[in-house]
């Protein structure tokens, strides 16, 4: 049984997405859970005695440990040369006509070897555990083909082993469209929908669906489609929505009950009321954003006038957005969607924890889980304000310190 307590801290509980800070607060730990959180003047000792080991916070900020919602950790390969050909003016046709693109990644992804795939993924996800992330969610959607899907999901699930870090799984075979499939999206749906979803459930390998609603990807239809086979195989679902137009994703999201809908740089108001009535988190990734120089921003003031929680996330993936930073995400999100910074904190922990289904950490109370960062920083604003180079003194997950 272990029991842990944190003294002398300053807690930002992010219970209702607002900072609620405890000052001078102690919390008491046993077996990963919190048992007890609140001003240290009201800590009574333990009932029955009892060892537990005391950790001095120094009077350190202490937030729950941070929510990464969206990412495409597993893959090989760069997009370095598309990022070029962009800067000079080149389209997305031009860059997929001169062999970049998603299938220059597609082609590296299932050119790599497991050993290969897991190295690159376990840096990429180390990169944002030292910056206080505790739960991940990794994507697959670079294999395209049933056994490549499924491999990446497998790697993406084995990282944890090492790694003491929550890892969700998403099957995102609906990515784009891969070569051997040309002119043919109807027939690599079926395939999505009666091989790689089917397999996925019974092996386990991913907790819900996604899928990328756009022109240039899947239409709604397909989409549909999608999303009934998830919900056959009782998987949850989630969409990559009306990023690059105003497609109908968010209102094909909600309809689902889905989990999240992410972009939604072109999102209305009947997309947005529809996310409110549904529940659904809207994922916002400033960092494909800033990458690919767009100038519509996602309608925040629309999200916040329906009461849509709104989480952050690094969209980590090669072609728009090679991030493995957060934090840096959260002050992007203040200074290019004007976010405030305690939005953009709980976009990081409470909201992104929702747009995993995941209800048990993401706040620090009763009950939750012992996931949680220590800063060395004046205030909670500060991990938004700063743009780089910040890191937590030390990450406790599941009741015992990481670092």
């Not at 003491?164 to 109807?186: K, Q, Y």
């Not at 790689?196 to 549909?224: H, K, W, Y």
């Not at 100038?295 to 090669?318: F, S």
């Amino acid at each position: 049984m272990t029991r842990t307590l944190l003294v002398n801290a300053r807690i930002a509980t992010m219970r209702g997405g607002r900072y609620s800070i405890i000052d001078d607060a102690a919390m008491r730990m046993q077996d990963g859970r919190i048992e007890w959180i609140g001003p240290a003047r009201s800590l009574a000792p333990r009932p029955g005695g009892g060892g537990e080991e005391a950790f001095d916070a120094q009077g350190a900020l202490v937030t729950p440990g941070l929510v990464d919602c969206h990412t495409h950790l597993v893959y090989a390969g760069d997009r370095a040369a598309d990022f070029e050909m962009r800067l000079a003016g080149a389209s997305y046709a031009d860059i997929a006509r001169a062999g970049g693109g998603i299938v220059s990644t597609v082609k590296a992804t299932r050119a790599a070897s497991n050993a290969e795939l897991r190295a690159v993924s376990a840096k990429r996800l180390e990169a944002l555990m030292a910056e206080g992330v505790t739960t991940v969610e990794i994507k697959s959607g670079y294999g395209l083909d049933v056994e490549n899907e499924l491999r990446c999901l497998r790697i993406a699930r084995s990282l944890a082993a090492d790694h003491r870090v929550s890892i969700c799984t998403t099957l995102l075979g609906a990515h784009a469209l891969p070569p051997e499939f040309a002119g043919r999206a109807d027939d690599y749906i079926d395939a999505v929908c009666t091989q790689m979803i089917p397999r996925a459930a019974a092996e386990g390998l991913a907790s819900a669906v996604d899928a990328f609603c756009e022109t240039i990807a899947f239409s709604n239809a397909q989409v549909r489609r999608v999303f009934e086979a998830a919900r056959a195989h009782g998987l949850a679902v989630k969409l990559h929505a009306d990023q690059l137009s105003d497609s109908g994703g968010a209102s094909l999201a909600a309809q689902f009950g889905a989990l999240s809908a992410d972009h939604l740089e072109h999102a209305g108001e009947e997309g947005v009321a529809s996310l409110a009535a549904a529940a659904t988190v809207a994922v916002l990734l400033p960092g494909a954003y800033y990458f690919l120089r767009e100038t519509k921003a996602p309608p925040v003031e629309l999200l916040r006038e329906h009461g849509v929680p709104m989480a952050i996330a690094t969209d980590c993936n090669p072609g728009t957005s090679p991030s493995t930073s957060l934090l840096t995400m959260m002050n992007m999100a203040c200074t290019l969607f004007r976010l405030t910074p305690e939005e953009a904190l709980a976009g990081a922990t409470c909201h992104g924890a929702a747009a995993l289904g995941l209800h048990d950490r993401g706040t620090l109370e009763v009950g939750k889980r012992a996931d949680f960062a220590v800063w060395d920083v004046e205030s909670p604003a500060h991990l938004a304000w700063q743009i780089a180079g910040l890191r937590p003194s030390v990450i406790f997950f599941d009741g015992k310190r990481r670092s």
